[in-house]
Nanobody, 122 residues
Framework: QVQLVESGGGLVQAGDSLRLSCAASGRTFSSAVMGWFRQGPGKEHGFVAAIAWNSGGTNYADSVKGRFTISKDNAKNTVYLQMNSLKPEDTAVYYC???????????????WGQGTRVTVSS
């Protein structure tokens, strides 16, 4: 089992920045990839970004490219999502995930955190 705990969500204004953190514990070696998904009001889970633990390779959704940056600290088993130039449409619950393949398909991620809410006001 892998446990994931997100933090850093909150209420911000459009144009502001926010950094989310995800601390992983347990059998973290079983997961090669960490990702972020989000679920906005009335929407399904949508891919945001992912990063590979070893290579550092990344993948981003088109909607966040150039604004969001995913990074990792292997020593702390922690992944970050730096979100800049936030827009009201970024409002969602953000979930940290752990999986096996660097993909945008949610079915590839075996473990999910409880989520942290991000609200962007206009």
């Amino acid at each position: 089992q892998v446990q994931l705990v997100e933090s850093g969500g909150g209420l911000v204004q459009a144009g502001d920045s926010l950094r989310l953190s995800c601390a992983a514990s347990g059998r973290t070696f079983s997961s090669a990839v960490m990702g972020w998904f989000r679920q906005g009001p009335g929407k399904e889970h949508g891919f945001v970004a992912a990063i590979a633990w070893n290579s550092g390779g990344t993948n981003y959704a088109d909607s966040v490219k150039g604004r969001f940056t995913i990074s990792k600290d292997n020593a702390k088993n922690t992944v970050y999502l730096q979100m800049n130039s936030l827009k009201p449409e970024d409002t969602a619950v953000y979930y940290c995930t752990a999986g096996r393949v660097l993909t945008d398909w949610p079915g590839s991620y075996d473990y999910w955190g409880q989520g942290t809410r991000v609200t962007v006001s206009s």
